[in-house]
Structures are given as C-alpha cells and as structure tokens.
C-alpha cells in the first residue's frame, strides 16, 4: 500500500551527509526543491495507486518518481545517466526528499518508464500552470507571513487576484514539432523491416509447428540483394524503386500467410502475445502500401513511418533544410516569459484553430483577456480577427483594407514592434531543443513520449523562475540604491 511521504521540505541542516558538512542554500536544486509544488506531484501520484494491498515492497515515493523523470529533462540525460547522477548528487537526493545520502541506487533503471506513465502529460500541464500560479502569488505576498508587511505588497495582491474589464497582458503564440527518435523513412526500407521481423516471427514459431516445407516462399538472400541494390543507389530511377517496393511487398504477405499457418498449427497463446502487437503493424504497413501502388498515389491516411512507433506520423514544416519532421506537433504560448503547451498531437493540425482556446485559457488564468496576441500570418484567419475584435485585443500583423492616412508609419513601427517581442517564443522553441533536449524524444511510447516533451517544458520554465527570482534580488538592491521603493520581501527569494 502506497503511504503519502511528507509535503513539507525539510531543512538544509537536517540532511545528513557522510562526509561531514552541510548543504548550500545557494545550489540549484535547493531552489527548485522549494519551487516545485510536492504537494500537488503526491495528489497525482495517489490516482495511479489502484492496489490497496499491504503485502509485498511498498510503492517508490512520488517525490522520488516525479523528480527522476524530471531530473531527466532538465538535465538533458538518458534513463542511465539520470540513475547514475541520483547516485552521486547528494543535492539531488535533496531534491528527491531523502534526509540522508545514499550510495546504493534509489530504484531500478526500468522503472523509469513506469515513473513517466504515472504523470501523463496532461498532470504535468497543471503542475506547469501551478507553478506559473504560485510564483505570480509569491510575487505579491510571502508564503511564510501571513500577510505583507507593505501595503503596496498588499495592493498587488488585490490587483493580481480581482477580475478585470481591462485587457492586460502580451499572448505570444507559436507551433513547433517534437521529432522522435528515429531514422528518416522510405517505403523501401520500411518494407524490408517488416520482411525481417516476419522473417524473426517464422524462425521463432518453426520449431512448433509441423516443420513441413519451406520456412520462407522465396530466397531470402535474393530479396536482401534486392533490397541492396537500389538502396545502395544514391538516386535510384522511379521504375527500379517501383519494382523493390512491390518485391518487398509481395515477400512480406507472404510471410503474414506462413506466419498465420504457423499459429494455426502451434496454438502458442505466449508467442501470439508477443508478436500481435507488431504483426497487426505490419498488416497495416502492407495495406497502406499496397493501397498507394494500385492508386499511383503517394500519400494516405494515418501513415505509418516507423515499427516500433506506429504512431509517429510526418509533419509538414516547409523549413528550409526541414520540410518533414517526424514526432508530436506542439501549439506553444508565452506569457511574461513563462512557456505553456496549448495542444500537442502526432496528427499535423492548423495551429491557427488554437488562437481562440489560447486566449481563453489565459482570461481564466488571469482574470482578463490579453491587450495584445502576437502571432504569425497563419493565426491570423478571419474567424481569429472577428473574435480579437470582439474582445478588444491587438492581432499582430496589418489591418485588412486600405489604410488611413497617417496610419502607414505608426502600423509599420508596431508591426516592428509585435516582430522584435514575438522572437521570445521562437528563442523559447531553440532553447527547449537545442539545451534541454526537444529535438530528440527517446521514449518509445506516445504516453510517455508526451511525458518527456512535457517535462522539458517544465524543467525551461523552472530555469526561468530561477533567473527571475536572481534579477529580483538585485533590482531590489538597485532600486535602494537609487531610492525608489521595490514591492517585493527580499525574504521571500533567500532560500535561507
């Protein structure tokens, strides 16, 4: 039975280190620790607790599970390295809620996955929201006083809190693709695949069934030659690929017959298990690519680009280097710096349909609609403009119609303007691929795999609280010096 470990954070002095000594207050981790909210990481974590059985090893902390898959994205590791690093941090195993060091590993490195299906991608939004809640709050009132000492701290408070006519705020808007971890894919090399697991699936069926005949209708040195021939080509005519594709095709159906008479004769319900899951991949594979040859067509529905991640699909970018990316499609936001995932599919969808449900999750977030949306030319459809009229808010981009006199030069310089603040969500989009490991998701699941984006997401987001609480500290510091009166409780950010 899974036992609710405590939500308070411990203090630095009762952590016990083998070496002598005690933790920084300064350290990254020690910040972090008393930034993220525990308290809501144990509520999520109870739901997936379906057993009430008092028998056997207990259940891994919530705090231990969510701060390993969360370790992982912010630290841009693999499943080893994260185990590893638990190992031998011991500001870590702070963070994680241990009150001593531990040398010998925290759980097994399997476990991994198991930690990313209890937090589904969709908890891992809220705790995104609650964080983004919680430092606005801390902003205006300290979590350990029950009211602020300065009355202007208090006014903050009251405006940050009511409800407001008045549109506030900048919405910034953007869509980006999260590639999975696989190889570029043709049909060619995606077929051959498919004939060597069905080759994998009648060598492990064989020696139960009948062993009557040939295990494969056709030479299997002969289709890999084939295979190797126009692969090997660096720009293999149109009629030569043609034909691999329908002789890959062909030895692969094939196989699906031989491999269903197998199971017809064994009856193995084991083996069965084992492979249904990648053989009714494969049945789709054929279909799909039988259908196009028969079609002369290119394209079809759900495409499946990849084996082990059928639900990989190709999303269409236009990018110069880039045109397709393979993986999930994320609709981001930024507000104030913070970065929050509007949507996310592995179907490429019209990021525009997304401007109207951005906004209204903002107005719930804050009480208001936002005075400006900056968004690119795709955002900027009919519906989206009628509904920002309605609203009172700036869409980004020239006015429809003929503009007015004297209105030229004052639409340019804010067109400029909406230009230079809307690179803070592309600089957003380069720093989750390129320093926290956007570009590439290793999981293999879809679940998980939105896990892993969501968690990058997070991980960027604590990194900027952090720098937000360090620019604080020293605007107050400047603002004294310069004698102006600074609202927020220097107490609040000393970690002490």
């Known amino acids: ?17 083998p070496f002598g000594g005690k933790l920084s207050a300064d350290n990254r981790w020690v910040k972090m620790a008393k930034l993220m909210p525990w308290d809501m990481v144990e509520d999520i974590y109870n739901k997936t607790m379906k057993y009430e059985s008092k028998d056997g090893r207990p259940p891994i902390p919530a705090r231990i599970a969510f701060g390993a898959i969360y370790i992982k994205g912010n630290e841009s590791i693999t499943d080893e390295k994260t185990l590893e690093y638990t190992m031998e941090n011991p500001y870590v195993q702070y963070f994680l809620g241990l009150t001593e060091f531990r040398r010998e590993p925290l759980f097994d490195l399997s476990m991994m996955v198991y930690f990313r299906k209890r937090f589904p991608a969709e908890e891992v939004d809220k705790i995104n929201e609650e964080l983004f809640l919680r430092m606005n709050g801390i902003k205006g009132e300290p979590p350990d006083e029950d009211q602020p000492d300065d009355p202007a701290e208090s006014e903050m408070v009251e405006e940050g809190n009511e409800n407001t006519d008045q549109n506030e705020g900048i919405l910034i ?14 049909d060619l090399s995606l077929l051959n695949e498919c004939r ?76 069965w298990l084992k492979w249904k899951e990648r053989l009714d991949t494969i049945r789709t594979v054929c279909e799909q690519q039988r259908g196009m040859l028969e079609g002369k067509t290119r394209s079809c529905e759900d495409r499946i680009v990849n084996l082990r991640q059928p639900h990989v699909r190709c999303i269409v970018r236009g990018k ?13 936001s930024v507000v ?14 019209n990021e525009g349909i997304t401007l109207i449900e951005s906004a209204e999750k903002y107005k719930k977030r804050h009480g ?3 005075e400006a949306i900056l968004a690119d030319t795709i955002y900027r459809t009919r519906e989206n403009r009628n ?60 679940k998980t795999a939105e896990t892993e984006a969501a968690m990058v997401i ?17 605007g107050q510091f400047e603002n004294v010096v310069f004698g102006k009166m600074w609202t927020v409780n220097l107490k609040v950010w000393s970690f002490s």
Not at 1 to 17: C, E, G, N
Not at 336 to 349: K, L
Not at 458 to 474: E, G, Y
């Open 1 to 17: 039975m899974y036992r609710t470990t405590a939500k308070d954070q411990m203090t630095l002095d009762s952590f016990i280190l």
């Open 173 to 186: 808007l953007d869509a980006t693709v999260s590639p999975a971890d696989i190889r570029y894919p043709t």
């Open 196 to 271: 060597e697991n069905t080759e994998e699936a009648i060598e492990e069926l064989w020696p139960h069934g009948n062993k009557q005949g040939h295990k494969t209708m056709y030479s299997r040195k002969k289709a890999r030659k084939q295979y190797l021939k126009v692969t090997k080509q660096r720009k293999p005519r149109k009629g030569a690929l043609q034909k691999a594709i329908r002789e890959q095709l062909e030895y692969t159906e094939k196989n699906l017959e031989t491999i269903e008479k197998l199971f017809d004769e064994t009856g193995d319900v084991e083996i």
């Open 320 to 332: 110069a280097g880039t045109p397709y990316e393979f993986g999930q499609k994320l609709s981001l």
């Open 336 to 349: 104030e710096g913070f970065t929050f995932v509007e949507r996310r599919s592995w179907d490429n969808f």
């Open 368 to 370: 208001c609609w936002p």
């Open 387 to 446: 509904f920002c009229k309605e609203n009172g808010i700036r869409l980004s981009g020239p006015r429809l119609g003929r503009p007015k006199q004297g209105e030229i030069e004052a639409d340019k310089q804010q067109a400029y303007q909406d230009s230079c603040d809307r690179n803070m969500v592309e600089g957003r989009n380069g720093i989750a691929k390129r320093r926290y490991g956007l570009n590439r998701i290793f999981a293999y699941g879809d």
């Open 458 to 474: 997070l991980a960027m987001n604590m990194a900027w609280c952090l720098r937000t609480l360090l620019r604080l500290i020293f």
